[in-house]
């Protein structure tokens, strides 16, 4: 009778760490990625990517364009610490998901005004090799399709970086579950046109964060009324 119960408690106990243990898997993958404040970042709501690091760490992210290469257009670091660049919605391959959740698959769109050379979307996705660099980099024209093999280059994931409160971007799409996926960083590199780019990489993930755009325009709104 001992043995028994004995045994039945050690089953419970075993049930309740496993519980806990897949427990906190699950908020570990379903957390939700942070703006500034602390608040979750919500799909369709505009935000700015912004360096972490400040001083000789630039400013945000925005349009740019090759030298000779009018289209499509690509992802660019300002130089200037004030300015955050352009602002991004995130769409999540989830649809019935509002709130983008790290290590999940996101779509990443430049909104705002730019010029009106390019007819292409202003959708992330990662470019083919570069013959000079030997690089991949981050350029515009990606697919704004379902979730699938063929659109698996327009897909990123947000993870926390190195630095706390901050993410950084990787491309590890888990849209095709039909192939095996390699899985990159995503750094700053720097073109032939000497222009700091997104690009993918062996190394640990460039660190930002994100700041609410309605909530910079407001602050600027309140210093331009003073």
Known sequence: M???TASLFLLFIFSITQSSFLFGVAKATGDAVRDRNGEEVLTGVRYYVVSAIWGAGGGGLGIGRESGRKCPEIVVQRTIDLDNGSPVVFSNANSGDGVVRVSSDVRVKFVGPRDRFCRTSTVWKVQDQSESSGKRFVELGGSEGEAGCDTAESW?????AYLGGTYKFKYCPSVCDSSATSCYEIEKAVDADGQVRLALSD??????????AD??????RQVVRA
């Open 156 to 160: 990123f994931k947000i993870e926390p």
């Open 215 to 220: 909530e910079e325009n407001a602050r600027i």
């Open 2 to 4: 001992k043995t028994t």
């Open 203 to 212: 190394g640990r993930g460039y660190p930002w964060i994100l700041i609410k």
